[in-house]
């Protein structure tokens, strides 16, 4: 057990819809990371947040947003959804100012959309 | 083009075997980072290698950072079942900023045969 929290783990929905995925991280860690998982791309990186403010941005879409709030928890709004957003979608936490750039995964949200 | 490159893309061997998987790059890392998955999991972080010529032991499990912090490999010896699992690495490309997008490769999918 990572310590990181993802709800929900699953979540079907149609086309056209809007979602929100919720990610706690671990306790003490101040950055969260959303990335999203396909069979085709991989692992791949959609934003960051520290301490409540945006730090990167990744191969994030526009249709997408996130937000992290005072107590840490991020959320991350998929909105008119489209059947290439099936996916698993991962957030990962960090420990402040540590150089290895090590992170923590949760156990992950699988979307589909129909 | 993928930053860090994994190969093989899968592998498939039986138990007892030894096998070594790499992870190359045309760019130098502050620090490497093995990551291994399993189906419907989070990646959960197996090891950081910061050091050029670094080796690092888990059990069987062997980990080595390239001279020139442009590439790793994972060895793994008597593999087990167990150690089924998609292996991932990453890293974030040194940059001397504040640059902290961890870049993943495609992975390496193994599976040990009993």
């Known amino acids: 057990d990572s310590g990181v929290t993802q709800t929900p783990k699953h979540l079907i929905t149609a086309t056209g819809q809007r979602v929100t995925l919720r990610c706690s991280p671990r306790?003490?860690?101040?950055?969260v990371y959303w990335y999203q998982q396909s069979l085709d791309q991989g692992l791949q990186f959609l934003i960051q947040y520290y301490n409540g403010e945006e730090r990167a941005k990744g191969n994030i879409l526009e249709r997408f947003s996130a937000q992290q709030f005072p107590d840490l928890h991020s959320e991350l709004n998929l909105s008119s959804l489209e059947l290439g957003d099936s996916a698993l979608y991962f957030c990962a936490s960090s420990a402040p100012g540590q150089g290895k750039y090590e992170q923590f995964f949760g156990p992950g949200t699988r979307l589909t959309v129909l | 083009t993928q930053l860090l490159e994994q190969s093989p893309q899968f592998l498939s061997i039986q138990e007892g075997e030894n096998l070594t998987v790499y992870c190359n790059s045309s760019?130098?890392?502050?620090?490497l980072q093995w990551y291994r998955q399993e189906p419907g999991e989070g990646p959960v972080l197996l090891v950081t290698?910061?050091?050029?010529?670094e080796v690092k032991k888990l059990k069987r499990l062997t980990f080595q950072f390239g001279d020139a912090r442009k590439d790793s490999s994972l060895h793994i010896t008597a593999a087990q079942p167990g150690d089924t699992g998609l292996y991932l690495c990453?890293?974030?490309?040194?940059?001397?900023?504040?640059?902290?997008?961890?870049?993943f490769g495609k992975g390496t999918l193994l599976t040990v045969n009993p």
């Open positions: 306790s003490g860690d101040l950055s």
């Open positions: 760019s130098v890392f502050s620090s």
């Open positions: 290698v910061v050091t050029g010529g």
């Open positions: 990453a890293g974030v490309p040194y940059s001397g900023g504040s640059n902290y997008k961890l870049t």
